[in-house]
């Protein structure tokens, strides 16, 4: 399908979805330091992943304070 100029490829995420998405990937990060594996090395950080996703995906909604609070909240 050819698309028509000026049309996006495309469409903005939802905010609440992007929220949850975040908020749930600091749950899962949380759970699995206190888990039996704590700091293992081959264990992805989640949170990060999902940061980086929607900061390339959706820039204007997601920058680097965002990544600051959310890290301020991963140390506490």
Do not use: E, K, T
């Amino acid at each position: 399908m050819i698309m028509r100029p000026g049309q996006q490829l495309l469409l903005p995420a939802n905010p609440v979805f992007i929220w949850s998405s975040l908020m749930v990937a600091l749950a899962l990060n949380m759970l699995m330091n206190m888990g039996l594996w704590g700091r293992a090395a081959w264990l992805p950080d989640l949170l990060a992943v999902v940061l980086v996703f929607w900061a390339v995906h959706q820039p204007l909604r997601i920058g680097v304070g965002v990544a600051f609070v959310f890290g301020l909240a991963m140390d506490v």
